[in-house]
Each structure stands twice: as C-alpha cells, then as structure tokens.
C-alpha cells in the first residue's frame, strides 16, 4: 500500500540516509534497524508527511502520499518513542477521552480484556503520573486497538519493556498480520518478532 | 458529521484537562485580585483617583495575568506529542489552531470575564461604565486568546527565553488597550470604537490559524 | 537582477559594488554633514535646531525602508522557498533597530527646545517606539533558538505579522492628531518645503542609504559564510 523510492534526507547539509527503497503490503512488517542517529525517526516522521524528503517520492494506493494526506491519516496509527496520556488523569478517563477522539466503538470488555493481558487493569483509577514508564508505554500500546487502523507506524515501541509485555506486543502484531494489516516499527534490539523484512539504515 | 464528533471529542479532552487544572486557573484569578490590592495600596486609597484611572489598571492587570498562562497553550501537547496525534486524526495544524483559541477563550478567559464585576467593586467603576468595560472585554480577550496562540506557537523550540513569547502578546495588544479604554472615556463613540476593536479581532483572528499552524508544522518537523 | 536572490551571485556583485559605496558613502557624509551645519538656513521658527532634521528623517525613512525590505524578503522566503530571504532578515535587523533608535533620539533631541518636553505619547512616537521593539524582538528571536530551521521560519512569520505597524508608523500623522508634523515631501503634491533645506536633507538620505548599504553587504557576507560552515 505504501510505496517509498529512492527517498533521501538532508539536514542542514549533512546527509542522513540515501536511496531507501520501502514497500509496505498487507500483512507484511517492516522492521527498520540502524544505531542511534541513523534517522529511524526522521524516516518515520518522513512518512507521515512532517519532513520534507530532499528527493524521492512517496505513493499511497498508487498516488501521491502528499495529494492524500488525510485520507492515508484515516488508516494509520502511530505511536511515539514518549507518551502521549495525559499525566495528570487516569487510566481509566485517558482510555474514556482516546475512545471519543478517535471515534472508536470498542465495547469495555474488550478493553478489559487487553488491560488484562498487559497487566494494567489494577490500576485502572490511578493517575498516569504514579504509573512507572514501562508501564505508561504499555498503556500507549491500548491506542493501537482502540484506533483500529490497518496501518501502525511504531517508533521503538520494544525498549523500556520487560521479555512477558514484548510476547504480547509480537502475539499482537501476529494477530494483525494475519487481519491483513501492516506494521512497519524500529528498533535497536534483538527481538524474537517474526518480521518479513528487514531494513537497515 | 465525522468532523463534528471530532470536535465534540477535542472539547471533551480539553475540559478534562482544564478541570484536572482548574486550580492554575483559579491561580491565575487570585492572582488578577492581588495585583489590584497592590496598585490600590501603591497608589493610595484615594476614591476619586482609583475611580478615573480603574478601567486602565482592570485592563493592564487582565493582560498581564492572561499571558501567564501562555506557556499552557500548546506547550503540554506539543510535548507529549498529542498535538501530533490530534493532525493525524485528520485535523490540520490551521484547524487545531483555531480550536485550541477557542478552548483557550473559554477555560481560561471567561473566568477572567466572570471576575470583571468583582474587580469594578473593589475599584469603584461605576455600574454603566461596567457595560462597556465587559463588551470591549468579551472582544479584547479574544484578540488576547488569538495573539496567545500565535506567540506561543511560535516560541515551542524556543528552551531559552520564554519571557518573549508574552513580549510578542502584549507589544500587540497596545492597540487593544487605546481601543478598549478608549471606549469607556469616549462614550458617544462607543459603536464607532467598537467596531474597530471587532475589525482588529477579525485580522487577528485571520492571520492566527496560518502563522500558528505554520509555527506549529515547524516546530513538530524539527522536534 | 539574479543577486538579490542568489547568495553566490550577490557575493560576487557585492565584492564589486563594496568599495564603491562605502567611498561614495563617505563623500556623501562629507558634503551632507556640511550642506546641513553650514550652507543651509535656519528655519524662520525654529532656528538651529531645524538642522537635526537632516540626521531625523533620514534615519527614520531608513528605519521604515529596511523593515519593508524584510517583510519582502520574508514573504519571498515563506512563499518561493528562497532561503537568501532569511540570511537578509537575519542581517538586516539590526541595522534597521539602529536606525530607529537614531530616529528616536535625535527626534527627543529636536523634541526638548521646540515641544518642551523629550518624550510626548502621540501616535508618531508610540507606533516609533513599537517598531523599535519589534526589531529588538526579532533580534533576541534570532539569539534564542536552538534550531536554525525553526528559526528563521519563526522570525520571517514573526515580520510578517509584525509589519502590520508599518502602515501604522506612517499615516499616523494623518489618522489621528498629532503633535508630530504631517509629511511634509510625498510623491503627489509639490514638496512644502524649501530647495535649499530639501538639498542637504536628500544628500544625507543618500548617505544614509550608502552607510547602511555598506554595513549591510559586510553582515550580510558574514551570515553567508557562517551558514555554509554551519556554525548557527
């Protein structure tokens, strides 16, 4: 569905990465390696239409990513390296307010059921702020199934996790390959997630 | 009606938000209320003098505690990153622009409206002249929400000197203030005066969603 | 006309035109500065003093003009993506916040003998003044950000928005009543005022416009050279 050729970036005259050939097909995941500062997010954020490549071009459904912006907006999902909940609510309202903004019709049980599995539904009346970062990212992970979007865009979404929460962040992304959906994600670390592609920077 | 539920569901996240702070706002007004009890005891208890010069010192000290609370307007978001979320729910940055002014004029001016009265008993303004200090108000605070978001859209990369951003709000708002005194002093020329500060709200209110969001895509491209 | 848009070709053109203005420059001072504390008149009215106004209006029709050159130059870096528009808003600015503040005190200067008093809150004064902070504004602007990319972007929208006071500063004397005279030398009507006075006063506009254009080719090839070597 996303069709990248030949995309390279400069910035303030010093090249980041060249000639980076990318196609991102239905129940296809695309894992992007490279150290630190070798433009995993800039690629990322080039994707999503916030940096302007220095030549390449970038197709969406076989036109121009730029001319369809919103509607390639409307299938994708994507999560940072910080946390997007609010601190200063909790669990449970940031899930209410998530839920409105995104126009999702997830029933609570199956919101339940996933906090479950990620091990956070005990605190589900606390603030976000008395959460530790492990926890808060797993909770930034709830976003990719009340969004509900075929396309996820993750950037390090494995680090900061302990070996049980990334089993059940690669159950998840098996579970959406085999739904016909999309991954692409970075990461810096060995990972036992099934990818089909491997792209380094 | 899909963009509709989208702004229902932006107002519902920042009236969360606004409660969950609701006491940086009431800080805010205290601090509005104690800065009239400092002028008042700077300048003597003397009736007839607070009387003549109330209308200019409520003005002054609205715009003053008003740009305290810049450094809220999309600093928070831009952090966090919701404000890329809200784009990629399908919002331009010029669109957020003006929804976050709007969501601005109300949680944090309308209790500054509401707390106008109070201010003109303490000041002695007489209660005619309340009429028109809260019309040119209702409009000055809008401008002021406007000129807020413009200045601190602009200031979000800026880590050293985050006293510019209430520089650049009330460098502008010199022409509100002449306009907005102006119109108590100038009684017969209350329409022609507050057509003009309409006129400047609509200027404002044109250029905020193009330089904000324009600030607003800089600064995310370059975080 | 390429070098007004083109760092590489403005560099050449003004290694050619550098010496030239900055000569012209000082003859013109020269002949300027004489014309205005020798070979003019006093003013019926107001004496001496009216020679402070071949330093005032200079400076202030100076201070105007370089602001306009930025907000052109911002619209053609938002707009055409020309980055040259930002290397001129960057350099120029300070050199248009000395020329205000020349036009500010020679003006308080001329203001003391004649109104009685340096300062008065007329239109003229206050829209002068405003200017003269919106240029600190951009010039702090430039010193505080991190990003060059923000930066400049930043500034050039800042200008944009910033040059609604440009209108302001001069009709202000026919808008409102002012203490300040109305112009007195426009385009449309025959100029009210004396050859022997309009003479030295357009002499030392000229050399104003030289010293400005010369400091402003030297900030401007400086900005060029730091930019290449990344040094901001």
């Not at chain 2, 809260?134 to 050293?160: D, E, K, P, T, V």
């Not at chain 3, 013109?28 to 004489?34: A, D, E, K, R, V």
Request: glycine share 4%; net charge positive; proline share 3%.
């Amino acid at each position: 569905m996303i069709l990248v050729k030949d995309l390279s970036i400069e910035r303030s005259n010093k090249k980041i990465f060249e000639n980076v050939n990318l196609s991102l097909g239905p129940g296809k995941i695309i894992l992007l390696k490279g150290k630190n500062g070798s433009g995993k997010t800039t690629l990322l954020k080039v994707l999503l239409n916030l940096i302007e490549p220095s030549s390449g071009v970038i197709y969406w459904k076989g036109k121009l990513l730029k001319k369809n912006l919103y509607n390639f907006f409307n299938h994708v999902t994507y999560i940072a390296d910080r946390t997007s909940s609010l601190s200063k609510l909790s669990v449970q309202e940031n899930i209410k307010i998530w839920t409105k903004i995104f126009l999702s019709n997830i029933s609570n049980s199956q919101i339940e059921n996933i906090l479950k599995t990620l091990k956070l539904d005990i605190y589900l009346d606390q603030k976000v702020n008395s959460l530790s970062f492990g926890e808060t990212k797993k909770l930034e992970f709830l976003r990719l199934i009340i969004e509900n979007k075929k396309i996820w865009i993750l950037d390090e979404p494995l680090s900061n996790l302990d070996n049980e929460s990334i089993n059940v962040i690669a159950q998840t992304f098996e579970d959406h390959r085999s739904k016909e959906g999309s991954i692409i994600f970075s990461s810096h670390q060995e990972s036992e997630i099934n990818v089909s592609e491997e792209v380094l920077l | 009606m899909m963009i509709l539920n989208k702004i229902i569901s932006f107002y519902y996240r920042e009236y969360k938000l606004n409660l969950s702070g609701f006491q940086d706002i009431l800080t805010n007004i205290i601090f509005f209320f104690v800065s009239i009890f400092i002028f008042i005891f700077s300048i003597g208890p003397d009736k007839e003098t607070i009387s003549s010069i109330g209308i200019g010192i409520v003005w002054t000290l609205l715009l003053l505690s008003s740009t305290l609370s810049l450094r809220k307007f999309y600093q928070d978001d831009f952090e966090n990153g919701n404000l890329l979320i809200m784009h990629l729910n399908g919002l331009s940055f010029g669109f957020i622009a003006i929804l976050k002014t709007f969501s601005h004029f109300i949680f944090v001016q309308i209790p500054f409206l509401l707390s106008i009265p109070i201010a003109c008993i303490l000041l002695n303004i007489a209660n005619d002249e309340l009429i028109y200090l809260f019309s040119s108000f209702a409009i000055g605070s809008f401008i002021l929400s406007c000129l807020g978001s413009i200045s601190s859209s602009m200031n979000l990369m800026n880590q050293r000197n985050f006293l510019l951003g209430s520089v650049i709000v009330m460098i502008f708002s010199v022409p509100i203030i002449i306009f907005s005194v102006g119109i108590v002093s100038l009684e017969e020329n209350f329409n022609s005066l507050i057509s003009i500060l309409f006129g400047i709200l609509l200027i404002v209110f044109a250029i905020n969603p193009w330089a904000s969001g324009l600030c607003l895509k800089l600064s995310l491209e370059n975080n | 006309m390429k070098f007004l848009v083109n760092p590489s070709k403005f560099n050449k053109v003004a290694d050619y035109i550098f010496l030239p203005v900055l000569i012209s420059s000082i003859i013109l001072f020269s002949i300027g500065l004489m014309f205005a504390f020798y070979l003019s008149p006093d003013d019926y009215q107001q004496g001496s003093t009216v020679r402070i106004m071949y330093v005032h209006v200079p400076s202030a029709w100076l201070a105007l003009l370089t602001y306009a050159i930025m907000t052109l130059y911002s619209i053609a870096g938002l707009a055409f993506k020309i980055p040259f528009g930002f290397i001129i808003n960057t350099a120029v600015a300070p050199i248009g916040a000395v020329f205000t503040l020349m036009c500010i005190i020679s003006g308080s200067l001329w203001g003391k003998p004649m109104w009685g008093t340096w300062w008065v809150w007329d239109a003229r004064l206050t829209s002068v003044a405003i200017l003269f902070i919106i240029y600190l504004i951009i010039i702090f602007m430039n010193l505080s950000f991190e990003n060059r990319i923000v930066r400049e972007k930043v500034v050039a929208i800042f200008v944009l928005v910033g040059s609604i006071n440009l209108p302001i500063v001069k009709f202000s004397v026919d808008w409102w009543n002012t203490l300040h005279q109305p112009a007195t030398i426009s385009k449309l009507s025959k100029p009210s005022i004396d050859p022997s006075m309009m003479i030295p006063l357009i002499v030392m506009t000229f050399a104003f416009i030289m010293v400005g254009l010369a400091i402003a080719i030297l900030r401007i090839k400086t900005e060029i050279i730091s930019r290449k070597s990344n040094l901001s």
